[in-house]
Nanobody, 120 residues
Framework: QVQLAESGGGLVQAGGSLRLSCAAS????????MGWHRQCSGKQRELLAT???????NYAESVKDRFTISRDNANHTVYLQMNSLTPEDTAIYYC??????????????WGQGTQVTVSS
């Protein structure tokens, strides 16, 4: 099985920046899609950004001018650079991966999440 481990969350003032990291480990042949989503208190989980193995980018409208997703395919790691943060960005941020295992099985996986809190 595959584990996803997020890091980089914390407390930041409005207008500040954070960079989140997520490293995947386990029985991995490839990861066709990696991305990030978040869940604000009392709301449904929101998909923020995805990045395919070949480099295709997609962003949610709420973050496309402020957040940047990137990945290191050799190390199965995805990053999310978050700039111009506002209190509305306060949420638990989750790493996502669509994985092809060494046995050829395809499945979705999610990390445990990392808390981001933005103060005004």
């Amino acid at each position: 099985q595959v584990q996803l481990a997020e890091s980089g969350g914390g407390l930041v003032q409005a207008g500040g920046s954070l960079r989140l990291s997520c490293a995947a480990s386990g029985s991995i042949f490839s990861i066709p899609v990696m991305g990030w989503h978040r869940q604000c208190s009392g709301k449904q989980r929101e998909l923020l950004a995805t990045l395919t193995h070949s480099g295709t980018l997609n962003y949610a409208e709420s973050v496309k001018d402020r957040f940047t997703i990137s990945r290191d395919n050799a190390n199965h790691t995805v990053y999310l650079q978050m700039n111009s943060l506002t209190p509305e960005d306060t949420a638990i941020y989750y790493c996502y991966a669509y994985i092809t295992s060494l046995s050829g099985r395809n499945y979705n996986s999610w990390g445990q999440g990392t808390q981001v809190t933005v103060s005004s």
